[in-house]
């Protein structure tokens, strides 16, 4: 299975950006999906993600970010509202197939002035 990123950049704080993610390789919906991300000099962590029906948010982007998904595409998406100085670092696109854990090969948010 290969997880393709795309939509990262720079935005100024309070501006938005559109992350997409789309998997390939696999005839079968995944069990879970989703994105996660590192800052520099810190550990990877959980943005957003579906486990099955449940959508699970970090404490941190609750009511401004936005996960969504097309069952058909196999792919996952991420609006980011309302944008600040600590969102930025690497984003990884995360997708479990069975026992099989996969990560994309991440895309940079950079929010700054």
């Known amino acids: 299975v290969q997880l393709v990123e795309s939509g990262g950049g720079l935005v100024q704080p309070g501006g938005s950006l559109k992350l997409s993610c789309a998997a390939s390789?696999?005839?079968?919906?995944?069990?879970?999906m989703g994105w996660y991300r590192q800052a520099p000099g810190k550990e990877r962590e959980l943005v957003a993600r579906?486990?099955?029906?449940?959508?699970d948010y970090a404490d941190s982007v609750k009511g401004r970010f936005t996960i969504s998904r097309d069952y058909a595409k196999q792919a996952v998406y991420l609006q980011m509202n309302s944008l600040k100085p600590d969102d930025t670092g690497v984003y990884y696109c995360?997708?479990?197939?069975?026992?099989?854990?996969?990560w994309g090969q991440g895309t940079q948010v950079t929010v700054s002035s």
């Open positions: 390789g696999s005839a079968f919906t995944p069990d879970a």
């Open positions: 995360h997708a479990i197939y069975g026992p099989t854990k996969y």
């Open positions: 579906y486990a099955g029906a449940i959508i």
